[in-house]
């Protein structure tokens, strides 16, 4: 069974632009979680996407979105960069609940320049 | 807002050495996590704890959940440099989500 997969692994952006990262979970996982993970504050929870609707949402600015098609896969969005938003954005797959054994991405590297 | 608490936040040891990293909170959670994170790679579930006082092992590390559920520890007994990485300790409030301490560094050197 194929793992978790991220595109792309790098990216460098200017502030005040736009990123679009993808998720692909692994096959028959319906639930797709995103986490923001830097030196300074860690792993922190972004949202979950279960059945194409957010299921649960973090604490985090409305310039963050996402979405997650009919296939589970996923993708989130960050407007407006700023240079805090520099870090690995980690996905993670799980069968049905969040709580269940979540299997994560490699992570896409975010750098806003 | 529920915190968990991992400590130390970096350990470098020998090969061959023993240790033990905690996670403490003063809330309660209905299950643990633990997760390792290596370098350029997410993080990769160890184990689970659900009962309080769980006592796991898995090869050379030990796992025990606290008696109230609010604290966790991880023992490593004769690291490797195999073990080198990130430790995670993640909570189940029970609200449907996850809470990750910051984790623990570790080094093993050969």
């Known amino acids: 069974k194929a793992g978790v997969t991220q595109t792309p692994r790098y990216l460098i952006k200017t502030r005040g632009q736009q990123v679009t990262l993808s998720c692909s979970p692994i096959?028959?996982?319906?639930?797709v979680s995103w986490y923001q993970q830097t030196p300074g504050q860690g792993l922190q929870f972004l949202f979950e996407?279960?059945?194409?609707?957010?299921?649960n949402k973090g604490n985090f600015p409305g310039r963050f979105s996402g979405r997650q098609f009919s296939n589970s896969r996923s993708e989130m969005n960050v407007s407006t960069l700023e240079l805090g938003d520099s870090a690995l954005y980690l996905c993670a797959s799980s069968h049905d609940q969040l709580t269940d054994t979540q299997y994560f991405g490699p992570g896409t590297r975010l750098t806003v320049l | 807002t529920q915190l968990l608490k991992q400590s130390p936040q970096f350990l470098s040891i020998q090969e061959g050495e023993n240790l033990t990293v905690y996670c403490n909170s003063s809330?309660?959670?209905?299950?643990l996590q633990w997760y390792r994170q290596e370098p350029g790679e997410g993080p990769v579930l160890l184990v689970t704890?659900?009962?309080?006082?769980e006592v796991k092992k898995l090869k050379r590390l030990t796992f025990q959940f606290g008696d109230a559920r609010k604290d966790s520890s991880l023992h490593i007994t004769a690291a490797q440099p195999g073990d080198t990485g990130l430790y995670l300790c993640a909570g189940d409030s029970g609200y449907s989500t996850l809470t990750f301490g910051k984790g623990t560094m570790l080094l093993v050197s050969p």
């Open positions: 809330s309660v959670f209905s299950s």
């Open positions: 996407y279960f059945s194409e609707t957010q299921r």
């Open positions: 096959s028959g996982h319906r639930s």
């Open positions: 704890v659900v009962t309080g006082g």
